[in-house]
């Protein structure tokens, strides 16, 4: 028998369904892996806790209880509040919080049977596309020690590529699912804005948040998706759809599917060792019968500086409740209110973090809103526009995640405008609310893995999940792994 | 045109972050940085465009008007900083 | 110089929801300490607002009872700011589309004995969420913080700066107060802070059409103290302008008891509220159905009823006003009227309105008198409709003079939940049954001439006054039974004799 932390999702169902192994071997299995790991994926690992979760799945089990997730471990982004496990954001402010309820996705989780490995590291309060952005220290990618697994879902990405974990969940709000998976070389999924819900994700800008799925194959992540996704009515922005099977379209051709290459995604600014793994799966995608259509997605740089003006206007708001009075860090050294919320925060809040307060607060400020804030709301909507123009051609669109492969850790630290313009390509969907998916598309420099997006209607996740099976199932690039998984 | 280190103090103190000397210093920079990337957008002819703040175009859902929250003190403030006869604590407020 | 007041109301009214604006946590008053905080009120990590249906129907409500616009799409926004009874940051509110807009009210008062009377236009409406307290009772130096009145519901009503008086901006606050409470949308009780006020304050010379520079007064939180503050206000800022100053735009606190405002210089400091759109809440829609079966359930307004009163019972419109003061006490003026009109049908509209007059006037003094004294309400007296209808019946059948239907009033008052009959036993039982029997009366008439050649004399002489002394005399002999105008017809057509 193969060592459990290698196999997909849908074996681990069968050998728990037949008994080969039990959910507490399982849960034991990757808490020893995650344990032995020297990534600083996890900021919250505990045993017991686990265990406890482990054993209630195998009684479960015994009792004859089926369901795909049922004594599957899964861990979950440090965004998402869990009781029990510290809920930290990855931020001094929260070091010590201990929710008195669980995220919506996470009980969702825990009803399905799924067993909770901990909370894993990301970048401050989701705020970054590297991880380096962490009160508990940056995280390593298993494909190389010296580079950054990607961010703001680092951990979860980096715990799934060295198979700490099977499955993972992220947030993502301009691409910390899809980058991520893309530098670590596994799959995630984004799915439309209001699938998942949002209650109990700490939140960095409502309007742009998603949860989102992480696993070794679409397979996989299909799975873990379909018990996140739902409509909560504690959530304003959910969806009120039924419940969906997002593998319901697996097996299907990709005969005369088209798929749009949007020009402003292949431009000079695509390094090449990325250029060339993704033209190569485009190509693959092709003989599978696809039709590709180069299409234009023409305000696509603009995407940028309008996803810089909304998150950090929401982020300056929604981060107002960090003020040291109810909960969170709270200074020593105050003399009065004003000095006692201006210290806990500068005390409490990372660097790029208050960045983003400060900006967020600039452009919200008076004189300023007209010209920043709306405006960049309007060029929201020419940019989801210029989706819904190009959709009329195609049934998805496909490129690049990031322009180039996972950089070295501390290479671009307080150069926050290189690391913004590294998310154009994730950016775009991201504003327009579509569904997004990174898949394993090959390696570049270094050996440094690459990612295959694609990019879809609303609603349209099955279908985005479909090709990419499709593609894993011609492909053994999502596969392969890091040394040290292997 | 970029921002002063004036600029920078008001933010500040509207953000409540107490951002010491050399810290605003490098913030400053860092700001205008990041402040001429999204000049961009000023660019761009946006009239009669309609501001788009949430990404689907749904109305608001109400919930029935019910009481469903039990009384949950004791466990909200177990993490509070400084908490005394179930009141929060904070520095004299001044009116 | 002459000067002209010009003020403008913003009155947050609680809503009469069980449960809070965004959370399921109770709006009851009163309980110990952050029991009625839930995790949305405190805003901790990951929680999300869900709106709550009865507080827009409240706002619909309003909306419609004023004749304002209910909004088909209205938007909640975020306004940001730091304050320890503000957990989130920020409070939501309505900002550049509010749920209500325009609108009125009539009011009356009076200015100097003369009544007066105005329609004030209303600017909008908005719903937003109420903040928590802040304890300054001294815990070592340290303030508490309360946030069970985080997050209940109220509806921020703006009315124009239409008031000249602060005697006006009263009248308005009551007729505003007495409205919410008409249409159940809100408790009205001012001691635990359900209907504050604040109160924009500026003057200008007599004729100046340019506004003057406001200020804003805050949280005035009786009637009493909006007028106070108001006159304070205008002095401060008449004695500013004339000794050369200039008024700084700003927000002031009334302190009640030094009677005077003062600059609330803690909540100035650089203000910027950077109001945007709530991200975490659709807009607000409002289907025209919704809107229309909400109008169906409308009670009759106040101004409707007043309307109605005197057109068909014709009454004052100071009597109709006075009636419709509160639902309640209208709806007690309707069931006595129909009492009274059981115990005798009205043989034409004159009769009617005689019927309706006396009720009124009774409702209005010696009711009202009575419920002041005793500090309790129209629906809590001791004395029902019906028992106050039979006792005006007997006093439009001539059966008991006015002055004994006070002294039964006043008697029936002390014996809570009497049977209708009460009435005519008591008149009975205390032999108060007044004479117009003529053989009777003229004995009395007789006999009182006889005892009193003098004032025969004087009356003779053409002294008036010893007329009236006469009919005294007879009045007294009868001990106030007998019918004074019969009296009267009786003497003259003696003395003429």
Redesign the interface.
Known sequence: MSRLHDLTVAELRAGLDQRRFSATDLARAFLDRIQASTLNAFIDVRPELTLAQAAQADARLAAGERGPLLGIPVAHKDIFVTEGWRSTAASRMLA???S?FDATVVARLREAGAVCLGKTNCDEFAMGSSNENSHFGAVRNPWDPQAIPGGSSGGSAAAVAARLAPLATGTDTGGSVRQPASMCGITGIKPT??RVSRFGMIAFAS??DQGGAMGGSAADCALLLSAMAGFD?RD??S??RPAEDFGRDFGGSLQGLRIGLPQEFFGEGLADDVRAPVQAALQVLRDLGAVTVPVSLP?T??A???Y??IAPAEA?SNL?RF??????H?TTG??????????S??EG?GPEV??R???G???L?HGYYD??Y?????????I?DDFTAAFGEVDLIAGPVSPTVAWNLGERS?D??RN??ADIFTLPAS???LPGLSMPAGFGAGGRPVGLQLIGR?FDEARLLAVADRFQQATDWHARRPAGAA | MP?TDA??A???????????GEQAQR?LG??N??????????A?D?RG????????D????????????P???E????????V???????????? | MQWEVVIGLETHAQLA???KIF????TAFGA????????VD?A?PGVLP???????ECAIRLGLAVGAQVAPRS??ARKNY?Y?DLPKGYQISQYEIPVVAGGSLDITWEEGGEPRSRTVRLTRAHLEEDAGK???ED?H???????NRAGTPLLEIVSEPDMRSSREAVAYARALHALVIWLGICDGNMQEGSFRCDANVSVRPLGQQAFGTRCEIKNLNSFRFLERAIDFEVRRQIELIEDGGTVVQETR?YDPDRDETRS?R??E??Q?Y?YF?D?D?????IAPDWVAAVRAAMPELPQALRARFQAELGLSAYDAGGLAASRQLAAWFERALAALAALLPPTDAAARQAQAKLLANWLLTDMAAALNRDGIEIDAAPVSPALLARLCARILDNTVSGKIARELFAALWLTPGAPDDAVDREIDARGLRQISDTSELEAMVDAVLAAHPKSVEEFRAGKDKAFNALVGQVMKASRGKANPQAVNDLLRKRLAG
Request: charged residues 20%; glycine residues 6%; aromatic residues 8%.
């Open positions: 010590d919080y201990v008195p804005y209001g309007s742009l009515p304003a922005t969806i009120e305000r740089a603009l940028i500086p309008a810089y003006v300056s107002s003020d040291g009075v109810r909960y969170g709270r105050h003399t009065d209110l004003a000095s006692l919320y201006a210290r925060r500068a809040f208050q960045r307060i400060l900006v607060t600039y452009v400020s010209a920043y709306l405006q960049a709301q309007k060029l929201r909507r020419l989801a307080d926050p405008v913004y313009l504003l327009a609310g609303v | 921002l600029d920078v008001r933010l500040a103190r509207l953000a409540r972050l107490d951002l010491s913030t860092q700001l940085a990041v402040l001429g990337l999204i000049e961009q957008l000023q761009v946006t465009v309609e501001p788009m703040t949430h990404p689907t749904m109305a608001l859902r109400l919930r029935p008007d019910e009481v469903t929250e009384d949950g003190r466990r909200y403030q177990q993490g509070a900083p400084a005394e006869q179930g009141l929060y604590l904070v520095p004299r407020v001044i009116e | 929801t069980r449960s959370s399921g946590a109770s110990a300490p952050n029991t009625q905080a839930s995790p405190l901790l869900v709106m709550n249906r009865a507080a827009v938007v909640f730091f320890p802040s304890l300054h815990f130096g340290m303030s508490g913080i309360d946030l606190l609330m803690s909540k400091d650089a910027d950077r759109p991200p809440l659709p807009p607000l829609v």
